[in-house]
């Protein structure tokens, strides 16, 4: 069968024909010994060699078709590696069998399906239109399959050829990877956890696919794993590893993969794990670089407004005061992100406290642009009721502290000082009082002072039950302090790296660290990540 004389091919397949039509001779049984001959004639350089193999073909699929009984097993070997010829003809007609094999074949082609997966992912994507319909619908017809692994499917197997497609250059053969590996997680999912470890590096690695919908079903197998609360805890773990060591992967996808979770996995859930994995993050301006991008997530993403509402609750429920305490661990990391975090918490004594707190050497280009972003990020929706709460600056006096600081900080050529301006310069004069200005404590920021109507208030508008001696538990000059010694930390690295390029600070910034010892800051080591409607969605910018 495999002589190359076309002489010899006819003079074969002719035979073969004639046999087959002998009805005493059961030619299928002989059919899985020269089946790979005639496959091998459909790309003969003959026209009518290849006829004539492609006439005997079709005859003994139709007597498949028809035989109660079939070796498909033996034939599928050979039309799995039949599937991958580089002439189109062949693989057409391999794919042609290898669907009517997955609708005959039952039980006897199980120890077979990761075979015939591996030759049916890649004609999915076949450039031969023909190709990939046949390859689609054999695909679908076998998948609908449910084998269990208790006769021969085995679950191994398949993965492993779902984790091999992942890496093929044609987008439609990686999502048809990633379905298979997610309908064995909803089918078979502790025989799946098994080999989590042979797949768990190849689902994080394509979380960097260029597709979008790649990277979404990428993070729906991986939610689909993270049910269990330790599989939660690898997957975040490795996530953060990963926005680590490729930083165009946070830039690029982070917004993306972040909100997906959130979506899938519990947004409270989620952004708790990250900040306990950050607080302890010991590559401080990585630390710095993944708060302000999830501070930035937080302050746009519609997806986190069930946290943001929680959020603006801090100072009244356990559960607002719980997840502040939460998020404030890892946010002192960025002064911006804390300032944001206290806005969002309505905690505006602290957001003045933590303004005040800051020197000389934090008011650099990189902090300048944070802040920039903030101010403009302050215009949207989502700060609404900060915008409202300006109505009434004798009940949030402090809100008006915390902005004006900001106001002093900005250079007054910047867009963003004549943005905050304007907006502090819109609220009706009506609603000014003096003698409430005067009241306002000028030392100890964490002092009570008096609203109009006698009440005590524990914050900007808060009113305490108990007369103003509990602010819902949260110890906000522990907070200050937290906030500093993680300055200080990043302070202390600033000055080693900038030794390490031989660049010497200026004697006053010297003379500053010399007097203020006590009062440690940091120098944001990166620039914060933003979003533009003009870019794709879920992508960052640092």
């Given at each position: 069968m495999n002589v190359l004389n076309p002489y010899v091919r006819q003079f074969l397949v002719g035979w073969i024909t004639v046999l087959d039509s002998v009805p005493d001779i059961d030619m299928l049984g002989f059919l899985p010994d020269f089946l790979d001959g005639l496959f091998n004639m459909l790309s003969d350089s003959s026209h009518e060699i290849r006829q004539q193999a492609d006439s005997a073909l079709s005859e003994f699929l139709q007597e498949i078709k028809n035989s109660p009984s079939v070796d498909y097993g033996r034939m599928a070997e050979i039309l799995v590696q039949r599937a991958g010829s580089p002439d189109e003809f062949t693989r057409l007609t391999a794919m042609t069998w290898i669907n009517e094999f997955v609708k005959l074949g039952g039980d006897q082609l199980v120890p077979y399906y990761a075979d015939i997966l591996g030759a049916i992912l890649p004609c999915i994507s076949d450039k031969e239109d023909k190709i990939r319909v046949v390859a689609r619908e054999t695909n679908e017809e076998l998948r609908a399959i449910k084998a269990d692994p208790t006769e021969a499917f085995d679950v191994g197997a398949i993965l492993s050829i779902a984790r091999r497609q992942l890496s093929n250059e044609w987008e439609a053969t990686r999502i048809e990877a990633l379905h298979w590996i997610s309908t064995l997680l909803s089918r078979h999912r502790s025989e799946v956890l098994i080999f989590l470890n042979d797949i768990f590096d190849t689902l994080l690695k394509a979380l960097s696919d260029s597709s979008d919908?790649?990277?979404?079903?990428?993070?729906?197998?991986?939610?689909?794993?993270?049910?269990?609360?330790?599989?939660?805890?690898?997957?975040?773990?490795?996530?953060?590893?990963?926005?680590?060591?490729?930083?165009?992967?946070?830039e690029k996808r982070g917004a993306l993969i972040i909100r997906r979770l959130c979506v899938l996995l519990n947004a409270e859930r989620v952004y708790r794990e990250l900040s306990t994995i950050l607080e302890g993050e010991s590559d401080l301006d990585f630390a710095?670089?993944?708060?302000?991008?999830?501070?930035?997530?937080?302050?746009?993403?519609?997806?986190?407004?069930?946290?943001?509402?929680?959020?603006?609750?801090?100072?009244?429920?356990?559960?607002?005061?719980?997840?502040?305490?939460?998020?404030?661990?890892?946010?002192?990391?960025?002064?911006?992100?804390?300032?944001?975090?206290?806005?969002?918490?309505?905690?505006?004594?602290?957001?003045?406290?933590?303004?005040?707190?800051?020197?000389?050497?934090?008011?650099?280009?990189?902090?300048?642009?944070?802040?920039?972003?903030?101010?403009?990020?302050?215009?949207?929706?989502?700060?609404?009721?900060?915008?409202?709460?300006?109505?009434?600056?004798g009940r949030y006096i402090w809100l008006f502290k915390a902005l004006y600081g900001l106001l002093m900080l900005l250079p007054q050529q910047s867009a963003a000082f004549k943005i905050l301006k304007t907006r502090l310069k819109a609220v009706p004069s009506y609603s000014f009082n003096g003698e409430q200005l005067k009241r306002m404590p000028s030392g100890d920021p964490y002092q009570f002072h008096n609203v109009p109507d006698g009440f005590r208030t524990i914050e900007d508008g808060v009113v305490a039950e108990d007369g103003g001696s509990s602010r819902n538990k949260i110890n906000f000059a522990a907070r200050l302090q937290q906030f500093q010694q993680m300055q200080?930390?990043?302070?202390?690295?600033?000055?080693?790296q900038a030794k390490s390029r031989n660049i010497s600070p200026s004697s006053s910034k010297e003379a500053q660290r010399e007097e203020e010892p006590r009062r440690p800051q940091s120098v944001e080591r990166n620039v914060p990540p933003s979003r533009s409607s003009k870019r794709s969605p879920g992508k960052l910018q640092l």
């Open positions: 919908e790649v990277v979404l079903l990428v993070l729906d197998v991986h939610a689909c794993i993270a049910k269990d609360p330790l599989h939660f805890r690898q997957l975040v773990v490795f996530l953060v590893h990963n926005f680590q060591l490729d930083n165009s992967l946070l710095s670089i993944m708060v302000q991008a999830l501070n930035l997530i937080l302050l746009t993403s519609s997806e986190l407004s069930e946290i943001r509402d929680l959020l603006k609750q801090s100072l009244v429920t356990p559960a607002g005061k719980d997840l502040y305490d939460s998020l404030y661990a890892s946010w002192c990391h960025s002064p911006m992100a804390i300032i944001s975090l206290c806005f969002l918490a309505q905690t505006y004594q602290h957001a003045s406290a933590v303004i005040q707190s800051l020197v000389e050497e934090d008011i650099n280009v990189k902090f300048l642009v944070q802040l920039d972003r903030l101010i403009r990020l302050m215009e949207t929706p989502i700060f609404a009721y900060l915008r409202l709460q300006l109505l009434e600056p200080h930390k990043h302070r202390v690295l600033a000055k080693t």
